[in-house]
């Protein structure tokens, strides 16, 4: 190792010997157990996915998961195929399809009720440890839920229980009754540039 | 129903029917396909788990998936545990840890390039349909890696393969190469209010 390299490394290690001391004296800080409410909201792809992903490391915690889709986009999404074969998770799809392709506010009403109940269910449940309530958003931007009672369903669910709730335009009282609130922004979309949604990636 | 109800949904029909018009007229400018290289970045929760879910989706769709973890942060993640026993998975982990937690630069740069060497096989093969680049951002923001032969390397991939890369701050010359960008923007997160890193949520 020649003497300039030597120098980079030991400037190096004392900048992650700094960074090391920071994120200790955090992770010290951090201590309380509990469940945790997270919204993924913005215009950028990764809400829903990200809320799989916490699926995925769920289950290999050994939890069981409950999942409601609000709104339903299409029928044949890898997800779905995915998640329904796994031990451990329910799996439920309410809605029939974005809203603008009913074009039927009472249906889509009725629909958002009934999948509220079904998640309603799982908040009542101390053995589910994850539940994911995907495009519940759009549920609630579209006034087919009321926002005050939701949030009260969601506040008083088992302790040690997190939610994840997923969707564009999150109303503010969710993201102030939330713990974790993530938005995904729009940098660019492929769709933008002419690439249609491919399976695998974007269902 | 009374009149005023009948109006409300008369008034969201037509609404509805606007926007999905223009939502079909944008899915029909959209039809090249090819893989997507998909970059996740930002402060916030979600860029490793948005790209776990999508792991998820393409099996769901049968597809082959590779997976390379450029930082490990820790050796006991529900994400690791779950996909590891899943049928159509590879999954590598390199390097020791956070790059705070070893302290070695040498050390780091040559885990940093034997991982990009298991990268290289994987974004080699057409029969992988799906490759993860987890926290290969860090890597390239701690010039571990060469950003110019890192896009490179990917930018000769197979035509239809789909490459997700995560981590905090994405070099401009990688944001410029991918087709799908997203800032994961922190709104909150609930370890700054105390909750610590919860099992099946965070890890």
Do not use: C
Not at 26 to 33: D, R, S
Not at 45 to 63: D, E
Not at 131 to 149: F, M, T
């Amino acid at each position: 190792m020649n003497e300039q390299d030597n120098e980079k490394n030991i400037r190096h290690a004392e900048r992650m010997q700094r960074k090391k001391a920071v994120v200790d004296e955090k992770i010290a800080a951090a201590q309380i157990e509990r469940g945790v409410l997270l919204v993924n909201t913005g215009n950028g792809k990764g809400k829903s996915s990200a809320a799989f992903g916490v699926v995925a490391r769920a289950l290999g915690h050994g939890m069981q998961v409950g999942v409601v889709q609000f709104i339903k986009g299409r029928s044949d999404t890898g997800e779905e195929a995915f998640f329904r074969r796994q031990p451990g998770v329910v799996w439920h799809v309410m809605g029939e399809g974005f809203t603008w392709d009913t074009q039927d506010r009472a249906r889509d009403v009725a629909a958002a009720e009934a999948a509220w109940e079904q998640a309603r269910t799982l908040l009542r449940d101390p053995a589910i440890g994850l539940v994911v309530l995907d495009e519940l958003n759009i549920a609630l931007k579209y006034r087919y839920l009321e926002v005050a009672a939701v949030v009260a369903d969601l506040l008083a669910r088992p302790a040690h229980q997190h939610v994840i709730v997923t969707g564009r335009a999150a109303p503010p009282e969710l993201v102030e009754a939330a713990d974790t609130v993530t938005d995904m922004g729009l940098v660019k979309h492929a769709f933008a540039a002419g690439v249609r949604a491919m399976p695998g990636l974007e269902f």
